[in-house]
């Protein structure tokens, strides 16, 4: 068995490549082949823009792959989901595609959108959206340097944002947000119906999961006086409960936890001032729930 999967290529790259290194995956992509190595003989890989991959995974050229929720909808593409992966280029979060006017334009809603111009990459979701509102607009592929187009190119653009910086750059302002997007695990229909195929996908997806889940954690180890435990435990976070585990020294308990990272430089100090010992902080890779 061999599972064909999809790695997004261009600005999510980096972001998913680093993410299968803390899932346990190592990927190699060497020069300009669209064939990155995976150090696993089940997987193959193959380098894709997001903005495809729903449409080969849908066709069956690929079994599997990772693109946008939105991608997924402008390509109305009907693919099983395996597996909400939220990340994105720039860390972990959702981005969204906005409608968006220079800052001193008459448009105050996307009513006032009727008979107007409208740029963007993802014509069909934009169609989509103006006619939820009963909108008839002229919408045009924009190839790029979509900000820019406003006033002079096109009324309005939809264009996506994580931090809205870019929008704010070319003094434009955001109206409505049209869609909230994260990237997916996705699945053809029939490769998930392939037992050893969904399995692996399986696999995959609950490692993914587990390394999002790990980001911006740590963990914290101690050795922790018996009669100050409970003291200790009153000011420890944890994803379920502390581990505490006996020592050879019955006066004594180990005490492992998972906290927040950015918790951990102001509750270190408060653990020494405790009687905790030999504290430990290391970074984790997954968290599986």
Same mark, same amino acid.
């Not at 990155?36 to 599997?64: S, T």
């Not at 390394?211 to 435990?229: F, H, Q, S, T, Y």
């Given at each position: ?6 790695? #997004? ?33 089940? @997987? ?49 979060? $959702? ?6 006017? #220079? ?69 434009? $302002? ?24 969904? $399995? ?25 006086? $018996? ?27 180990? @005490? ?34």
């Amino acid at each position: 068995m061999t599972l064909r999967l999809g790695i #997004p290529k261009g600005s999510l790259q980096d972001a998913t490549v680093d993410l299968f290194r803390k899932a346990g995956f190592k990927i190699t992509i060497s020069g300009r082949s669209y064939y990155p190595v995976i150090d696993d003989e089940e @997987v193959e890989c193959m380098l894709l823009r997001a903005q495809e991959m729903a449409r080969y995974v849908e066709q069956g050229v690929l079994d599997a792959g990772l693109t946008g929720y939105d991608w997924v909808i402008e390509n109305g593409a009907d693919v099983e989901e395996i597996a909400d992966l939220v990340y994105s280029k720039t860390g972990s979060g $959702r981005a969204r595609w906005v409608l968006a006017v #220079p800052r001193d334009s008459a448009i105050q809603s996307v009513r006032d959108l009727q008979g107007k111009r409208i740029a963007t990459e993802a014509v069909n979701l934009t169609a989509r959206y103006l006619a939820q509102h009963n909108v008839s607009a002229r919408v045009e592929f924009s190839w790029g340097a979509t900000e820019v187009k406003p006033p002079d190119l096109a009324d309005a653009i939809v264009e996506i944002t994580e931090t809205g910086a870019s929008l704010r750059a070319n003094n434009l $302002r955001v109206l409505e947000t049209v869609l909230e997007t994260n990237t997916k695990f996705i699945a053809n229909r029939e490769a998930w119906k392939n037992p050893a195929k969904r $399995r692996k996908m399986e696999q995959i997806a609950l490692l993914l999961k587990g390394a999002i889940e790990a980001e911006g954690k740590v963990g914290l180890l101690m050795n922790v006086p $018996r009669d100050r435990l409970q003291t200790v435990l009153a000011v420890l976070p944890a994803l379920q409960k502390p581990t505490i585990a006996a020592l050879t020294d019955d006066n004594w308990v180990d @005490v492992t936890v998972v906290l927040e990272e950015r918790l951990a430089r102001d509750l270190i100090p408060e653990l020494k001032r405790m009687g905790a010992q030999g504290i430990v902080e290391f970074p984790l890779n997954k968290v599986i729930e």
